[in-house]
């Protein structure tokens, strides 16, 4: 062997050594975050924090404060914001759950006529296509559905609150060290492409940036349009109902209706009529037109690169996979995939060009 | 346990010599020990072999490299020949510690480096890409005022040499030509 091929060798084999160590670093990653429960939640909203944070610290460092002290002052304010709202919200709420808690029978009983009276319409209709009790099958749902809800409560809870405090706990280091732990992984990578992760990290960190921003802009004007529009129809808990409509229209295409639902459902059983309801209807309808011309074309859009036909397959692939969560994150997800591949692709084209 | 401390006095010596390295480098030059110190958490350390590429001719780039330590060559493929089979490699200009280069890619937006770059002996070299650039303005934007300023005095330097080549080179041509048309004149 010359010492010309023995060169190339060691370089080939520290390359891959490299490569394999970075490959274990992000395996073991994604078990943890994947395989604990409530990791990847928590993650997650960490990601969202870090980058709704972001902006304000750096304009915070850039007016002298120091990075640590810059990472505090929005987390104190949300804070104590957080707690004033919970402060003066409580009694509400809690006079609402109590209003609500009083209701409930009224509720129910006019939910269960309206179920009596179309029961047995609905029952013929599916005798047609088969043997299917509704009502048989509707009563073993409550059963199980209400013991699991009792039993796994209290497990529900404690993920919940542990997933929650973890967030800004995660946010926090995200902000502070981020840089740092890029640096070191970005250590890991070979020569031949570092250039090329570093370059793509950067592109992956705005547009996941962009997009986070400006789906949370999207929720809360959703939330803006909602809130008002429900309080002068004068529908019950109608701050609710928007926070509900707000965090549902994460969830695409469906997200909507799915907001909707809660707030024509409290109209309709709190006895308003046709005209109320159509109006209830319009005010969600007139949030959504408002997302679709300002902030869809004009934000999402330029920030996420995807044929409409993809989004709607990843949207499908995401509920399989991870329900919920997984049509959330479907589209960030697949722009980052797409991104790294056409960089990468790029990256081959030009070695061989 | 001296292994230890051998790893830990390296570490600290090669710290230093970043620190001074960058000090005396013309983009930093102007800045102060604790805007250094800054630059430092931001750049980032590059080991080569001897024999490694640093970056290919063609390829993507998004930044510099400084030499802190061993030779770096610049490349590029003699494409004069017909035959593609037939291209090699050629050695504009050897580097030494202290050198940079690949500047250009900082301020273009999609940047193909005209040249190839390949370590000739083993070489640790600081890499300052447009992504660090972009994170100073955002965090500290005097400082990255400052760099910008140093690195287009360097592209304005670079330019200006270029045009004396080229108006050197015209006068080779026209020279040339003279003696051609004397020669073929005579004969």
Redo the contacts between chains.
Sequence with gaps: MTP?EF??R??KR?SLIRLITLGIFVVIGLLTLLGVPGMLVSFLLAFVITYMFKPVV?AL??NGTNRTAAILIPFSVVGVLLWGVYKLLLPGITESLVELQAELPKYSASLGELFETHSKTVNELLSKFGNFDVTARLTEWAKTSSSNFLTELPNFISLSLTTLLLAPFFAFFMLRDG??IT?EL?QLVP??F???S??L??QINQQLGGFIRARLVESLLVGAVVWPGLYLLDVPYSLFLAIVAGLTNLIPYIGPVIGAAPGLAIGFVSGATSTVLMLIALVYVVAQILDMIFIIPLVIAKIVDLHPVTVVVVIIIGSQVMGVLGMIISIPVASILKLTFSVFY??VV??R? | MQYLWENIFKRLEREQNISSILAQNILFRNLSKSELRFIE??I?I?K?????????Q??????MYIIAKGRVDITIIDDIFIDPSEEKEVVVTRLEPGDFFGELALVEDVS?RSASAVASSDTILI?F???DL??IL????GIGVKVIFRLAEVLGRRLKETTEKISQLKKEIRLLGELHEVNTSDS
Excluded: M, Q, T, W
Excluded at chain 2, 58 to 63: A, H, I, L, Q, S
């Design positions: 010309e060169r190339k060691v370089i520290e750096n460092e850039r840089r740092s640096k970005l020569n031949n570092f250039e090329l570093l370059n990290i950067y790029n990256h030009d070695i060009g | 958490k931001i980032h590059r080569y072999r001897a024999g490694e590429y640093i970056f290919r063609n390829e993507n780039g998004v930044g193909r890499g890409f447009k992504p972009l994170e955002e965090r500290d934007p």
